[in-house]
């Protein structure tokens, strides 16, 4: 009697092991995916958040800015000011007057925004006020990324400044 085993054997513990291998190495990148989506997620809500605390802030020391939004571009964000005299201005972010520009922040290379509803989120103090495209009347907003695989995220900003899921 021979102690052992037959080829068949051995190949079909080969192949198992391949099988679970290449499920378990498919769920990691999808799991790597979906990380780095919600790392540009909470940067995105952190920037909006940040805009926000800053229209606050200058209505409480009176500095000469008529409200801090952030901007959408097709592959980042930018934080701006708007310095309008006399406030209001055009409440937009305009590329013409460098004064506006405060940062700018690029999405990673695997993620992307989905599909742009808006390209400006503004926060008026004292309130503060939100215009989203510089208009009162849109009462919501959902900006959704996408990652290179296909999964999504998104957030949503309302005419009260709320920032959510």
């Avoid at 990148?29 to 919600?38: H, P, S, Y």
């Avoid at 742009?116 to 009347?137: A, C």
Wanted: proline share 5%.
């Amino acid at each position: 009697m021979k102690n052992g085993f037959t080829l068949i054997e051995v190949l079909v513990v080969i192949s198992i092991l391949t099988l679970l291998t290449s499920v378990l190495l498919l769920y990691n990148r999808t799991g790597e995916q979906q990380i780095l989506l919600t790392q540009e997620k909470t940067k995105i809500m952190g920037m909006i958040l940040r805009a926000k605390s800053l229209s606050v802030a200058t209505f409480v020391s009176g500095q000469p800015a008529c409200g801090y939004g952030v901007h959408l571009t097709d592959n980042g964000y930018i934080l701006f000011k708007d310095l309008a005299d006399p406030c209001p201005g055009d409440r937009v972010y305009t590329t013409d007057d460098p004064a506006e520009f405060m940062e700018n922040f690029v999405l990673g290379p695997r993620v992307r925004f989905s599909a742009l509803p808006v390209r400006d989120i503004l926060f008026i103090p004292p309130d503060p006020k939100v215009l989203i495209d510089g208009s009162e009347i849109i009462d919501q907003i959902k900006i959704t990324l996408m990652a290179e695989d296909g999964g999504q995220t998104a957030l949503s900003v309302t005419s009260a400044g709320q920032i959510g899921d």
